[in-house]
């Protein structure tokens, strides 16, 4: 049970490029998330989905994309890389409000550096 | 919108002590509350969670409280340890909608030996 994980660790990119998040949790919940972390600012929420097959916008989505392949896998693409997304990215995922699986949890983060 | 504020930003305590850490928020109408440890350089750690329709949870040294009519949650350390040392957020998440948490910015926390 790794709970969630998420690839790359760390990342360099130069402006202008794209890339992709991954993320994929094993504990069959059905909400997952994506954070932003900036020193001073806490945690922004970019993009959630609340189950498979639905996305919507949080509080900071501008520059950011959403896949939700399947119920595991949540990624997040930068399609055009700016120096104001650097910063360092969690996944989260959630079980069933109203059941005991309410716990969220959290990947061990992306730190993203954009040149 | 739901607005959670942690009270202090930074403390530092020496070993032993008991504490309590702050969270506020400005929502009464709150689903659940929970509580977060982040050591540096790594993801966030849930410690505990109150359901709305509770008072205090509890493990181990830790207790955390919640009082929706004043909009406030307290987490209790008791009898500090240097390996407590980390960053505290709270986040409280509203009933209705898809029940998303609003984080504070956190308390870092420094006991020394």
């Known amino acids: 049970n790794a709970g969630v994980t998420q690839t790359p660790k760390f990342q360099v990119l130069k402006t202008g490029q794209s890339m992709t998040l991954q993320c994929a949790q094993d504990?069959?919940?059905?909400?997952m998330y994506w954070y932003r972390q900036d020193p001073g600012m806490g945690l922004r929420l970019i993009y959630y989905?609340?189950?498979?097959?639905?996305?919507d916008k949080g509080e900071v989505p501008n520059g950011y994309n959403v896949s939700r392949l399947n119920k595991r896998e949540f990624s997040l693409r930068l399609e055009s890389a700016a120096p104001s997304q650097t910063s360092v990215y969690f996944c989260?995922?959630?079980?069933?409000?109203?059941?005991?699986?309410?716990?969220?949890?959290f990947g061990p983060g992306t730190r993203l550096l954009v040149l | 919108k739901q607005e959670v504020t942690q009270i202090p930003a930074a403390l530092s305590v020496p070993e032993g002590e008991n504490l309590v850490l702050n969270c506020s928020f400005t929502?009464?109408?709150?689903?659940?509350l929970q509580w977060f440890r982040q050591d540096p350089g790594k993801g966030l750690t849930s410690l505990l969670l109150?359901?709305?329709?509770?008072r205090e949870q509890t493990s181990g040294r830790l207790n955390a409280s919640l009082d929706k009519s004043s909009g406030r949650s307290t987490l209790y350390i008791a009898a500090s340890q240097p390996g407590d040392s980390a960053t505290y957020l709270c986040a409280a998440s509203v009933s209705g909608g898809s029940y998303i948490p609003t984080f504070g910015r956190g308390t870092s926390l420094i006991v020394h030996p």
């Open positions: 989260a995922s959630r079980g069933l409000a109203g059941l005991q699986q309410e716990t969220q949890y």
């Open positions: 504990m069959n919940h059905n909400s």
């Open positions: 109150i359901q709305s329709s509770q």
């Open positions: 989905s609340a189950s498979e097959g639905t996305t």
């Open positions: 929502d009464s109408a709150i689903y659940n």
